[in-house]
């Protein structure tokens, strides 16, 4: 026993300035790293919100935007939480009763309230932007499009966000903001990458927005916007057709076909046994096709359908106009268009309608879409009604008509062919937001995406705790090693001394 006591207070590693200068040392080494990976753990995960509602021609759309709270200004971490669809139609059919187009609101918006943390309410930005619906209605009546948002405006005043205002976007804006969204999800813009094309298909408006080497804004400056983001350069050639949207290129079509005021017309654009009796008062309230109203016409016409691809599309060909261009070259109605070029997301209306017809694999030779298309078309519409019992009736008498425009509009309008087709990609989202103009429009008014690249620290977080640990590790080690001189006798029998 006395032997055994012997031998530790003889051990130098018993000795206590031995065994208090360990445990400093070791101390001192978990200290260090514990501060290290503090000071650079994320700040716990606080969020920000935006709202922004979509105010379409053909409906509205409610979107909350989530990120996190302290890299506001830094990369694309901007994500969509939610959505909602307003019950009913665009405010812009509002116009006799504006009133309506405010409550029409509520029902989104008081999700919106319920998702939202209480808390941020009051810091999280509100945005209305109305598109090619509330354009037209202020070339028609810009009295009622003024009372339509009044009475928006009190209604999004009720809620207790910070309300940024309502108003109606330029195509120019709506078009450039699409091609931002699609660029920041796809993380193309902080990357600097090669940047993806915008189609965006609306139900009164159509744009067209991407980046070509070959045009510097010179040629037609009306169509060039420039953005400098996380300090990149863009010139972005982008337009905006209004009237070319789905909903009035169908108009522009029927307008076509009912010139002489007939009492029924057989469309190929709709399916053999489509009937429907129409209003002609109805079909030229739109300053799309007015003008074009016939003198002496009864009050209603008779719609049927004779399913015919390839008249339908001659039909669809006759709303463009080819004949004048003042430019190096042109996509139609005297439009300047540069070189297309790179890939395009192709979404709203494109993705709905090729997704509905199971076209929206570009890899299949575009003759080969044309002849599926036509095969649809040609199918009876007794057969469509019952094949998809539970698609909405008017979506479904539409697809034919839509499927056809949309092939018409890329090929003869924008000008893609059999090899440039592939390029397009039909999408309705990009990691789990959707493609469209309102986030790249919150993006933007709320400065969240720098015009110069951020700066970032020289390691990431990970590699500055690899760093700090391994350092650690071999001061503990070569402290250790100066200890030597104390180090006991390395011998298998116990020292006796
Ligand atoms: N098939 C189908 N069509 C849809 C759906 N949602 C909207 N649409 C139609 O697709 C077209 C485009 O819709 P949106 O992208 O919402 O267009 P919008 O914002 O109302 O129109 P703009 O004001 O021109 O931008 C319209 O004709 C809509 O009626 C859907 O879920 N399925």
């Known amino acids: 026993m006395s032997t055994q006591r012997e031998m530790k207070e003889k051990n130098p590693w018993h000795r206590p300035v031995t065994i208090i200068i360990t445990v400093i040392g070791v101390i001192a080494i978990v200290a260090l790293v514990t501060v290290a990976v503090l000071q650079n753990w994320p700040l716990s995960q606080k969020y920000k919100y935006g709202i922004v509602l979509d105010a379409g021609s053909s409906h509205t759309a409610l979107y909350i935007y989530e990120w996190p709270a302290e890299k506001d200004n830094n990369t694309g971490r901007v994500e969509q939480t939610h959505s909602c669809t307003v019950k009913g139609p665009g405010i812009s059919s509002y116009a006799s009763a504006p009133q309506k187009a405010g409550e029409s609101l509520t029902e989104c918006m008081q999700e919106a309230v319920h998702r939202v943390p209480k808390k941020r309410h009051h810091e999280t930005p509100l945005y209305l932007g109305a598109t090619a619906g509330m354009r037209l209605?202020?070339?028609?009546?810009?009295?009622?499009?003024?009372?339509?948002?009044?009475?928006?405006?009190?209604?999004?005043?009720?809620?207790?966000?910070?309300?940024?205002g309502a108003r109606i976007l330029s195509g120019q804006e709506e078009g450039a903001f699409g091609w931002v969204t699609v660029n920041y999800l796809d993380d193309r813009l902080r990357q600097g990458l090669e940047t993806n094309g915008a189609l965006d298909l609306g139900g009164a408006s159509t744009q067209i927005s991407f980046v070509s080497s070959n045009y510097d804004g010179s040629e037609s400056p009306s169509n060039s916007v420039n953005f400098r983001l996380y300090g990149n350069d863009y010139n972005l050639?982008?337009?905006?057709?209004?009237?070319?949207?789905?909903?009035?290129?169908?108009?522009?079509?029927?307008?076509?076909q009912t010139r002489s005021g007939p009492t029924s017309i057989l469309d190929p654009c709709f399916h053999d046994g489509y009937s429907e009796t129409k209003e002609y008062s109805k079909?030229?309230?739109?300053?799309?096709?007015?003008?074009?109203?016939?003198?002496?016409?009864?009050?209603?016409?008779?719609?049927?359908?004779?399913?015919?691809?390839?008249?339908?599309?001659?039909i669809v060909k006759s709303v463009f106009n080819f004949t004048h261009c003042q430019y190096s070259q042109c996509s139609f109605n005297g439009i300047f268009q540069p070189h297309l070029q790179g890939p395009f997301g192709a979404f709203s209306a494109y993705y709905f309608v090729m997704n509905f017809l199971k076209l929206t694999n570009?890899?299949?030779p575009l003759e080969q879409v044309k002849e599926k298309l036509a095969h649809y078309c040609a199918t009876p519409w007794t057969q469509i009604q019952k094949q998809y019992p539970n698609v909405k009736h008017k979506y479904l008498a539409e697809y034919c008509f839509s499927g056809t425009y949309i092939l018409t509009l890329l090929t003869e309008?924008?000008?893609?062919?059999?090899?440039?087709?592939?390029?397009?990609?039909?999408i309705k989202e990009i990691k789990g937001s959707d493609a469209g103009w309102t986030l790249g429009y919150m993006l933007n008014l709320t400065n969240m995406i720098p015009a110069e690249a951020p700066d970032s620290p020289?390691?990431?977080?990970?590699?500055?705790?690899?760093?700090?640990?391994?350092?650690?590790?071999?001061?503990?080690?070569?402290?250790?090693?100066?200890?030597?001189?104390?180090?006991?006798?390395?011998?298998?029998?116990?020292?006796?001394i």
């Open 137 to 164: 209605l202020n070339v028609q009546n810009s009295s009622a499009s003024n009372k339509v948002f009044q009475a928006v405006d009190e209604a999004l005043r009720e809620f207790p966000f910070a309300f940024q």
């Open 283 to 314: 079909l030229y309230d739109s300053p799309c096709v007015s003008d074009r109203k016939p003198q002496e016409a009864p009050s209603t016409y008779i719609h049927t359908g004779k399913g015919n691809f390839h008249q339908c599309q001659e």
């Open 458 to 496: 020289p390691l990431p977080h990970a590699g500055y705790i690899s760093i700090v640990t391994v350092i650690a590790v071999l001061l503990f080690v070569l402290f250790i090693l100066s200890m030597r001189p104390f180090w006991p006798q390395c011998s298998k029998e116990p020292q006796i």
């Open 413 to 426: 309008g924008y000008n893609f062919t059999s090899e440039s087709y592939p390029n397009i990609k039909f």
């Open 362 to 364: 570009t890899s299949i």
């Open 237 to 256: 050639y982008t337009h905006s057709f209004l009237c070319y949207g789905k909903d009035q290129a169908l108009r522009m079509t029927l307008a076509q």
